[in-house]
């Protein structure tokens, strides 16, 4: 049996699936683990042929993460694209 979290990063990594089911399973995951939601999140965010929605998503939960944990770096967002960075800076900035 899969665990929740398991099943919400394959919603996430599905690119065939739809885009507000894939932001909110991005929501619910980093809620769920911020730990293990950081790897999968700054691929999501990387990746350039992503929708702008999603990868806003995921730059917005990247910097509620950092603003809460504070363990991100400049090496860990090196390859996210400017969509999500922007974002991300937006809500690092507002916890």
């Given at each position: ?13 599905d690119?065939?699936g ?8 991005i ?69």
């Amino acid at each position: 049996m899969m665990d929740e979290f398991f099943e919400l990063a394959l919603v996430v990594t599905d690119k065939s699936g739809v885009v507000s089911e894939r932001c909110n399973a991005i929501s619910r995951m980093a809620e769920l683990d911020p730990v293990r939601a950081k790897e999968i999140l700054i691929g999501v965010a990387s990746t350039g042929d992503e929708p702008g929605d999603l990868l806003r998503q995921a730059g917005k939960s990247l910097g509620l993460l950092a603003a809460k944990a504070g363990y991100l770096s400049e090496w860990d967002l090196r390859d996210v694209t400017e969509s999500a960075y922007e974002t991300y800076c937006e809500w690092l900035t507002l916890e």
